[in-house]
């Protein structure tokens, strides 16, 4: 008698559809503390697009996209942010302690005294009064006015210098005209402001007339600059003593866009 024995085998094969992992904490260790190994997470197609190594520096290849809650730094280290696009704050108030902020000569102190707002713009400033009197007697040749100096050292450019010149005048000359040039240069080459005084009808050599002059000159690079005042008589003016007294110069620098 034949006996044909028939074995029947069913393999089961599991799918998993989806796998969840739970862990209270999930911790991994790696075998340097010099950040030459880290922990990597990397997309399909084995691009690395965020990593933590082994000294705690924590690498974003995208950046984060976004975040909720608090992100809080601690440590005594730099925190740097390295952009080509800006930095935006949808909300808020970003809190930054005094000398924080520092971008070549431009500190956090400067930030909050260039507001133009309850005179908090920060203006670097010279004043110089001589009441003294001097004379020229010389239609050609300008004559620096005594202590008619100041001297701007210009950290930050480009910069805006800004000058006030005034004094009183008068000729020596009894019952004359009385005429005179005023003129404010820069670094003895360049003038940067006139005014011309001429009364045309004969005066008493007691009266005293007004001579002042506003002006303001843009720098584009930083050193010192230093501004003078010079007076001449009128062109063409012979036999006639100008005088000058009571002058006073004041200016001041700062940055502009």
Sequence with gaps: MKY???????TFLPFYLFTTLY??????KLNSKDGSTGFQIRDSDEIVVSSITSNGNVHSKYGVVSATGVFTGTGLGVFSITTSSGIKMNAGTLDIPTGAIKDGTITTDDIGDRQVSSAKMLMYSTFTYNSSSDSTTDNTNWKKIPGMEANFDVTAQPAMIIVNFSAETWRSEDNNWMGGQFRIMLNDTTMIGFNEIVVGVNVSNSSRWPISISTGY?????????????????SGWTGATLNVANASLNGFWLGSP
Excluded: C, H, I, Q
């Design 4 to 10: 044909e024995m028939k074995f029947l085998f069913f």
């Design 218 to 234: 843009r720098v584009t690079s930083t050193g010192n600059y230093k501004v003078t005042v010079e007076y001449k008589l009128p």
């Design 23 to 28: 862990a209270s904490d999930m911790k991994v």
